[in-house]
């Protein structure tokens, strides 16, 4: 299982959008609505930010929204704001009862 | 408050073993899948193992298939995982990650802090 491809790295300014894309095939993400996205800051445990393609769990902002078309599912933050630099990971469910994780994408506020 | 805690990290030589332990409290753990979830030094996430609540349905990730175990105890609130001929690669932190889907390995919503596994000689 290859994992899911992502960009390596993504900047913007306070209050800013930026969307990061999570590319996979119809064995994982096409064929589910089973991705996730999860924030990572330095020296922490990932975070859930967003289930099913686009449920925020309770406490999560909702400037933080997933949307999926095809293999490819994608995460946007509006009004960037200093804490949102983080590493960004998506999963999804595959085909073969696993789990695939992006290789992580850099978010860098400026 | 859901709150998992991993033990059982630390140095061990290529080939060696090692158990890993995941104490879960603040939810029932009886009803959960769980998984193991780990990650090399500067590196991603990389899903290694789950377990259905029951440990009726059990997968592994092809790197570490032949050569880890997963279980659980629900009477003991507790998630294992026995990691037998270890190599370089595996060293990583493990994390034990709850989840709340409907299958296992569909909604990875909660995880511990992580424990440290360093192979080498």
């Known amino acids: 299982q290859s994992a899911l491809t992502q960009p390596a790295s993504v900047s913007g300014s306070p209050g800013q959008s930026i969307t990061i894309s999570c590319t996979g095939t119809?064995?994982?993400?096409?064929?589910?609505?089973?991705v996730s996205w999860y924030q990572q800051h330095p020296g922490k445990a990932p975070k859930l930010m967003i289930y099913d393609v686009s449920n925020r769990p309770s406490g999560v902002s909702n400037r933080f929204s997933g949307s999926k078309s095809g293999n490819t599912a994608s995460l946007t933050i509006s009004g960037l704001q200093a804490e949102d630099e983080a590493d960004y990971y998506c999963s999804s469910y595959t085909s073969s009862s696993h789990v695939v994780f992006g290789g992580g994408t850099k978010l860098t506020v400026l | 408050e859901v709150q998992l805690v991993e033990s059982g990290g630390g140095l061990v030589k290529p080939g060696g073993s090692l158990r890993l332990s995941c104490a879960a409290s603040?939810?029932?753990?009886?009803?959960?899948?769980m998984n193991w979830v780990r990650q090399a030094p500067g590196k991603g996430l990389e899903w290694v193992s789950s377990i259905s609540s029951s440990s009726s349905y059990i997968y592994y990730a092809d790197s570490v298939k032949g050569r880890f175990t997963i279980s659980r105890d629900n009477a003991k609130n507790s998630l294992y995982l026995q990691m037998n001929s270890l190599r370089a690669e595996d060293t990583a932190v493990y994390y034990c990650?709850?989840?709340?889907?409907?299958?296992?390995?569909?909604?990875?919503?909660?995880w511990g802090q992580g424990t440290l596994v360093t192979v080498s000689s």
């Open positions: 119809s064995s994982d993400v096409g064929g589910y609505n089973y």
């Open positions: 990650a709850r989840d709340g889907g409907a299958a296992a390995g569909t909604k990875i919503d909660y």
């Open positions: 603040g939810f029932t753990f009886s009803s959960y899948s």
